[in-house]
Protein backbone atom coordinates (compact mmCIF):
# COMPACT_ATOMS: atom_id res chain seq x y z
CA UNK A 1 0.00 0.00 0.00
CA UNK A 2 1.30 3.44 -1.23
CA UNK A 3 -0.59 6.12 0.70
CA UNK A 4 -1.69 9.27 -1.69
CA UNK A 5 0.55 12.26 -1.11
CA UNK A 6 -2.20 14.28 -1.64
CA UNK A 7 -5.82 14.47 -0.02
CA UNK A 8 -7.91 17.47 1.17
CA UNK A 9 -11.03 18.02 3.59
CA UNK A 10 -14.74 18.22 3.40
CA UNK A 11 -15.00 20.42 6.35
CA UNK A 12 -15.22 24.35 5.05
CA UNK A 13 -13.03 25.40 7.86
CA UNK A 14 -10.14 23.95 5.58
CA UNK A 15 -8.76 25.04 2.67
CA UNK A 16 -9.37 23.26 0.25
CA UNK A 17 -12.34 21.64 0.55
CA UNK A 18 -14.81 19.31 -1.51
CA UNK A 19 -16.68 16.03 -1.97
CA UNK A 20 -16.33 15.00 -5.40
CA UNK A 21 -13.47 14.91 -7.63
CA UNK A 22 -14.78 14.72 -10.89
CA UNK A 23 -12.33 15.19 -13.66
CA UNK A 24 -8.37 15.57 -13.95
CA UNK A 25 -5.41 16.13 -16.22
CA UNK A 26 -2.12 16.79 -16.41
CA UNK A 27 -0.49 19.93 -18.15
CA UNK A 28 1.66 18.73 -20.84
CA UNK A 29 0.67 19.68 -24.31
CA UNK A 30 2.66 20.35 -27.68
CA UNK A 31 2.52 23.98 -27.14
CA UNK A 32 2.66 25.44 -23.94
CA UNK A 33 0.73 28.85 -23.74
CA UNK A 34 0.81 28.89 -19.71
CA UNK A 35 4.50 28.73 -19.22
CA UNK A 36 7.03 25.97 -17.87
CA UNK A 37 5.94 26.38 -14.36
CA UNK A 38 2.60 24.94 -15.30
CA UNK A 39 4.12 22.14 -17.74
CA UNK A 40 3.40 18.68 -15.96
CA UNK A 41 1.26 19.79 -13.07
CA UNK A 42 -2.10 18.03 -12.22
CA UNK A 43 -5.39 20.03 -12.99
CA UNK A 44 -7.78 18.67 -11.06
CA UNK A 45 -11.66 19.81 -10.04
CA UNK A 46 -14.44 19.49 -7.48
CA UNK A 47 -17.72 19.76 -8.79
CA UNK A 48 -19.48 20.22 -5.38
CA UNK A 49 -17.41 23.04 -4.63
CA UNK A 50 -16.68 24.61 -8.22
CA UNK A 51 -12.97 24.83 -8.12
CA UNK A 52 -9.94 23.68 -10.02
CA UNK A 53 -6.77 23.41 -8.39
CA UNK A 54 -3.11 22.57 -9.57
CA UNK A 55 -0.30 20.24 -7.85
CA UNK A 56 2.66 20.16 -9.05
CA UNK A 57 3.85 16.64 -8.55
CA UNK A 58 7.75 17.36 -7.89
CA UNK A 59 6.76 19.91 -5.20
CA UNK A 60 3.24 18.59 -4.00
CA UNK A 61 2.42 22.35 -3.88
CA UNK A 62 -0.87 23.09 -4.48
CA UNK A 63 -2.38 26.50 -5.54
CA UNK A 64 -6.39 27.48 -6.39
CA UNK A 65 -6.34 27.88 -10.02
CA UNK A 66 -9.60 28.82 -10.79
CA UNK A 67 -13.10 29.12 -8.62
CA UNK A 68 -17.04 29.26 -9.48
CA UNK A 69 -16.36 26.60 -12.06
CA UNK A 70 -18.56 23.59 -11.98
CA UNK A 71 -16.42 21.21 -13.76
CA UNK A 72 -17.44 17.65 -14.78
CA UNK A 73 -14.39 17.04 -16.97
CA UNK A 74 -10.70 18.75 -17.88
CA UNK A 75 -8.53 18.16 -20.79
CA UNK A 76 -5.71 19.95 -22.43
CA UNK A 77 -5.62 19.68 -26.09
CA UNK A 78 -2.09 20.05 -28.03
CA UNK A 79 -2.03 23.72 -28.80
CA UNK A 80 -1.82 23.96 -24.74
CA UNK A 81 -5.44 24.95 -23.93
CA UNK A 82 -7.15 23.59 -21.16
CA UNK A 83 -10.80 23.06 -21.10
CA UNK A 84 -13.58 22.05 -18.80
CA UNK A 85 -16.83 20.75 -18.99
CA UNK A 86 -19.51 22.89 -17.10
CA UNK A 87 -22.52 20.50 -15.50
CA UNK A 88 -24.39 23.63 -13.96
CA UNK A 89 -24.04 25.16 -17.11
CA UNK A 90 -24.03 22.46 -19.61
CA UNK A 91 -21.21 24.36 -21.77
CA UNK A 92 -17.51 23.49 -22.61
CA UNK A 93 -15.68 26.67 -21.82
CA UNK A 94 -12.04 27.14 -22.42
CA UNK A 95 -9.01 28.28 -20.23
CA UNK A 96 -6.70 30.81 -21.72
CA UNK A 97 -3.94 33.01 -20.94
CA UNK A 98 -3.71 36.58 -21.77
CA UNK A 99 -0.85 38.48 -22.39
CA UNK A 100 0.86 39.23 -18.85
CA UNK A 101 -2.13 38.11 -16.96
CA UNK A 102 -3.59 35.19 -14.89
CA UNK A 103 -5.66 32.86 -17.11
CA UNK A 104 -9.21 33.65 -17.93
CA UNK A 105 -12.47 31.40 -18.83
CA UNK A 106 -14.26 32.21 -22.04
CA UNK A 107 -17.37 30.30 -23.67
CA UNK A 108 -17.22 28.49 -26.60
CA UNK A 109 -19.24 28.78 -29.80
CA UNK A 110 -23.28 26.95 -29.90
CA UNK A 111 -23.58 23.67 -31.48
CA UNK A 112 -21.35 23.20 -34.62
Not at 92 to 105: C, G, I, W
Amino acid sequence: FTPPFFAYSHSPQETPFGSIITGGTFYNPQTDIFGATFVGDYFFADLSSGWIYRIDPQSKEKTLFASGASAVDLDVTIDGNLYYLSYGAQKVYRVERLPASAPVFTVQPVGQ
